[in-house]
């Protein structure tokens, strides 16, 4: 027989986990970099960009369209990094609550 109130149980069990999970992304931080070092960017587990660090060797007026490029090539490698690891967080919060099902990600289903 199919037991209702014991499956509205996993349910809520499983939204209180994935609401920790995300919460805790927020504790991820990752750091890109480019230009050999010269430009790092670093984000958290929510893709929100936290801080930038430039040399001081890069901060002239004719190197100005060099600096924005490396700044975008470093946070986009600092935001592709959090993405894997939030949804690996993501993952090990709902392992073994969820039946394997191929195709079908957690971690876009609670995606803000």
């Not at 040399?55 to 993405?83: F, G, H, P």
């Not at 039946?99 to 079908?104: L, Q, R, S, Y």
Request: glycine share 6%; charged share 30%; hydrophobic share 45%.
């Amino acid at each position: 027989m199919f037991d209702m109130m014991n499956m509205m149980s996993k349910v809520k069990e499983m939204q209180e986990k994935m609401k920790a999970a995300q919460e805790s992304l927020a504790e991820i931080i990752v750091e890109g970099e480019s230009g050999a070092g010269m430009v790092k960017a670093k984000v958290n587990g929510k893709k929100e960009l936290i801080s930038i660090d430039i040399d001081s060797a890069l901060l002239k007026e004719e190197d100005k369209e060099m600096v924005q490029d490396l700044i975008v090539a470093a946070t986009n490698k600092a935001l592709t990094e959090a993405d894997i690891q939030s949804k690996e967080k993501l993952k090990e919060s709902t392992e073994g609550m969820m039946p394997n099902i191929p195709g079908f990600d957690m971690g876009t289903m609670f995606n803000a």
